[in-house]
């Protein structure tokens, strides 16, 4: 049977009346159901289910993206009339490239297995304004890259390399979405903001010209004040100071990449670079470097240390690269976890190549000495609570768009619902009085997958927290007897310092780790922490719940535990003194080529 192949969830390209194919899960709303579900419809296998596949194209990812950043770093000093080294363009534009090509591979994926494995009719493509879905940064990327509309420009222009496919074009010029978001902030915030800001510039203007740059370092204000007195500087919290406005105009050159292709993917996406790459690394590439003279940060600055301004401050992205190929070294501290542990890790791999050190929270690499550990940048007090005497079971949940972005080992787009399957598990195999404690912590973003009405959908009974209120991890961590996590992240790493009983399960087929990290996670199992079954850790919970405290400080548990983090999750007293000795080194050693 021949069938209608829609590849979003907007409802204006579903047909009346016939067979529909969705391409994915990402289709078909949990909120919508009672329209779809009322439908003739099937869903496309999605493609990386097979995570060996996932494999072989990380692999090939990997590859093609260098091969474009060679070329794209050409053709941008060429349209720009510069000569910026192939590490100046990874540092501004890397992250970008890395997260859109493999949006594109997913995409086209998509597509084939659709074509490949099914009879199609035709499908319905909307017609918007391209300049409108252009980028202007790589938040307004990040923005984007979410939304159905962009996904469904993104689609349509992989159909067209499928003559297959029947195409109906309909017009539609308006966007149901606002270019920006205006936030206002209350009164006494803006009056404490402007006032603290006003006193950092007073401050910025007696920095000397080579001091170490610390901008958005992970490390508390205490901490990074210890820190610039340890490195003998005046300490500025060089983020919080205004910086100018990056305008960039609604205007496209157009040119061409070049490099030459070995497939018909490869052409679809040297193609749409172009068309696609924000605005500040093409047209508004001028106005980028006419903000980044304006900057208030100092003019030649030793080293560059930063733990979360590197991957989407275009602003910062644009002076760093500047600053470190006139010699200034770039360290670069670990954002949360995963790091070290997972197989596959865009990010981690990009910011290996980027730095000249990088700050691990505890692990290491034997064939990488730029990788320094320093211990837990984040870490937050001990949360000095007898957790037995607490009332409260805190499931920490999360989210992930439904497309998928960048590619790391996890459940990826419509994976998360069998992620999700397995909470819902978890919490029927509780018993009553437990399930009756339970408090599961949403993801402050939703991403479309409506969680609040699954989750009361799937188990009513259960209190949620949807992120949205005043409070936060810090505040509900001492508060639980026990903490569950469901994810290879940040969360247990921040409860294992903060000595929050903590119980772990996820799907090992979905998380998958190296084989450097396999030991000290499969110590973790051995101690039944980590749990590889929905229903096993539902069980342990279960069975400690009236004892937690005894559990958690049995000799079993605590070897586990320290061993995991003396290798992955230190939190040495002297962390601020490690740091400005990792920074030090960093000066010292020849850079990076």
Not at 123 to 145: A, C, I, M, N
């Amino acid at each position: 049977m021949s069938r209608v192949l829609v590849t979003t969830a907007i409802e204006e390209t579903w047909p009346n009346g016939e067979p529909i194919l969705f391409l994915g899960e990402w289709c078909r709303r949990f909120s919508r159901r009672e329209r779809w579900s009322r439908l003739d419809t099937k869903v496309v296998n999605y493609h990386w289910d097979n995570r060996s596949r996932l494999a072989a194209d990380f692999r090939y990812l990997d590859g093609f993206h260098e091969k474009l950043l060679e070329d794209l770093a050409s053709d941008l000093n060429e349209l720009h009339g510069t000569d910026h080294s192939l590490r100046y363009w990874r540092i501004l534009i890397g992250p970008w490239l890395g997260y859109f090509v493999a949006i594109l591979r997913d995409r086209w994926l998509s597509i084939e297995e659709a074509v490949d494995h099914h009879d199609i009719s035709w499908t319905r493509v909307l017609k918007f304004r391209e300049l409108d879905l252009v980028p202007r940064t790589f938040d307004d990327f990040s923005t984007l890259y979410v939304l159905d509309e962009w996904n469904h420009y993104i689609y349509s222009m992989v159909l067209e390399k499928f003559s297959q496919v029947d195409i109906c074009r309909e017009a539609r010029h308006d966007l149901p979405f606002p270019t920006t978001v205006a936030v206002h902030p209350n009164n006494r915030v803006a009056v404490k903001t402007l006032l603290w800001q006003m006193s950092l510039r007073l401050f910025a203007q007696f920095v000397r010209k080579d001091d170490i740059v610390l901008f958005g370092t992970y490390l508390s204000f205490r901490k990074e004040v210890v820190l610039s007195l340890q490195l003998h500087q005046s300490p500025v919290i060089w983020h919080l100071i205004p910086r100018p406005d990056l305008q960039v105009e609604a205007a496209r050159t157009h040119w061409t990449m070049s490099g030459t292709p070995t497939d018909i993917f490869e052409e679809f996406v040297r193609e749409m670079i172009p068309r696609q790459i924000p605005r500040a690394y093409s047209d508004g590439y001028c106005n980028l470097q006419t903000a980044v003279e304006e900057m208030l940060l100092p003019a030649n600055p030793r080293l560059i240390f930063t733990s979360n301004a590197h991957i989407s401050d275009d602003l910062f992205k644009a002076w760093a690269a500047l600053k470190v190929e006139n010699g200034a070294r770039l360290a670069i501290g670990q954002h949360g976890g995963c790091h070290g542990a997972l197989r596959h890790f865009f990010i981690e791999d990009h910011q290996l190549r980027i730095s000249d050190a990088f700050l691990s929270w505890g692990w290491k690499d034997s064939a990488n000495s730029r990788i320094k550990p320093v211990g837990q940048l984040i870490a937050r007090k001990h949360s000095r609570s007898v957790h037995a005497e607490q009332e409260t079971a805190l499931l920490v949940g999360n989210s992930d768009p439904r497309q998928s972005h960048h590619l790391y080992s996890c459940p990826i787009s419509s994976q998360w619902l069998s992620w999700l399957e397995d909470q819902f598990k978890f919490v029927e195999a509780l018993p009553e009085h437990i399930r009756s404690a339970l408090l599961v912590r949403l993801y402050r973003e939703d991403y479309g997958w409506d969680q609040v009405k699954r989750w009361q959908d799937r188990c009513p009974d259960v209190r949620l927290d949807d992120a949205q209120g005043p409070s936060t991890m810090a505040d509900l961590l001492p508060q639980a007897r026990v903490m569950i996590a469901t994810r290879n992240a940040t969360t247990f790493l921040e409860s294992f310092t903060m000595d929050v009983p903590t119980i772990i399960f996820w799907n090992p087929n979905h998380w998958e780790l190296r084989e450097t990290a396999t030991p000290v996670f499969e110590s973790l199992i051995e101690a039944e922490i980590l749990h590889y079954s929905p229903i096993s850790a539902a069980n342990k919970l279960s069975n400690i719940w009236n004892d937690v405290d005894s559990w958690w400080s049995s000799e079993p548990v605590i070897t586990a535990r320290k061993g995991f983090c003396d290798s992955h999750n230190q939190s040495p007293p002297d962390l601020v003194s490690r740091v400005t000795q990792a920074l030090k080194e960093t000066i010292r050693e020849p850079p990076r080529e």
